[in-house]
């Protein structure tokens, strides 16, 4: 069955109790990092219980950071009254990383061009291990509401640009991110094991280029084009996603290989 994924997994490793005890880490900010933090897997408002369940801090401590959050525009009242969510004063940071990222901001007018050419849906992901995180998002005539979310992210083992970043990588990294997944199928086509998924990698390595199918949606075709730093390291990935109703792989791969490959190269520093 489908899985309905707010975002994919990150991969982050917890904290060591060696870290934490550094005198320049502060806990006080983590604590309140992880109550912004807690709303990454619902799709309702919390409570200030949900909270302190979802955080492993007692409820009196939530219920400060709570409201010290809410006074600073980080969380508020969700509009029925049913309990928190997050505050308007969140996009102002969303706003700082992308204007601030040089490669959102070279890459933009690149992937406004190519969907131009193309007349597809656009997407450029940034690189976060386990997955890949849309930081631009450039729509066509089929919209729904997660396709045109920035920050939504899907996992690095079964999109396309997923694949071609791993086939940039050396191929003992690209199997510990593959065995480290939850490779639970999104599809009934859904590839599942890090050898099945290694072979498109090895595919993607030898192309330039990574072409999955029914992977994340069925019907949907997605080529995945690798974009490099000036180090020659995988960093993010253009996806060009269409409908297998309208195209054929051979079709699709003819017309959108040669444009997204020249944005790659466009976007990439290396």
């Not at 997994?9 to 806990?27: I, N, W």
Request: charged fraction near 25%; include cysteine; aromatic fraction near 6%.
């Amino acid at each position: 069955m489908p899985r309905n994924t707010i975002r994919a997994e990150s991969g982050v490793r917890d904290l060591t109790d060696a870290e934490r005890a550094d005198p320049l880490f502060v806990q006080s900010v983590e604590r309140a990092m992880k109550v912004l933090s807690a709303f990454h897997e619902t799709e309702r408002p919390l409570s200030l219980s949900d909270i302190s369940e979802r955080i492993k801090v007692d409820r009196s401590a939530v219920q400060r950071m709570v409201h010290t959050l809410r006074a600073l525009g980080y969380l508020r009242r969700d509009a029925n009254g049913q309990g928190i969510v997050p505050g308007l004063r969140l996009l102002d940071h969303t706003l700082d990383m992308l204007r601030l990222d040089p490669l959102v901001r070279r890459a933009t007018p690149v992937l406004q061009e190519l969907r131009g050419s193309v007349k597809e849906r656009v997407d450029l992901s940034l690189f976060d291990d386990l997955r890949v995180i849309y930081a631009v998002r450039l729509q066509t005539k089929r919209q729904t509401f997660n396709t045109t979310l920035v920050g939504h992210s899907v996992p690095t083992f079964c999109s396309s640009g997923g694949w071609a970043i791993l086939s940039r990588l050396p191929e003992d990294q690209a199997r510990d991110i593959l065995e480290r997944s939850d490779r639970r199928p999104f599809t009934p086509h859904t590839l599942g094991t890090p050898d099945e998924i290694l072979e498109q990698v090895r595919t993607a390595r030898a192309e330039g280029y990574a072409l999955a199918c029914n992977q994340i949606l069925i019907g949907e075709i997605a080529a995945g084009f690798p974009v490099m730093d000036a180090d020659g390291r995988p960093v993010a990935a253009i996806h060009v996603a269409g409908s297998l109703s309208e195209w054929s792989a051979d079709e699709f791969i003819s017309f959108v290989v040669p444009h997204a490959e020249a944005a790659a190269r466009a976007i990439s520093l290396y």
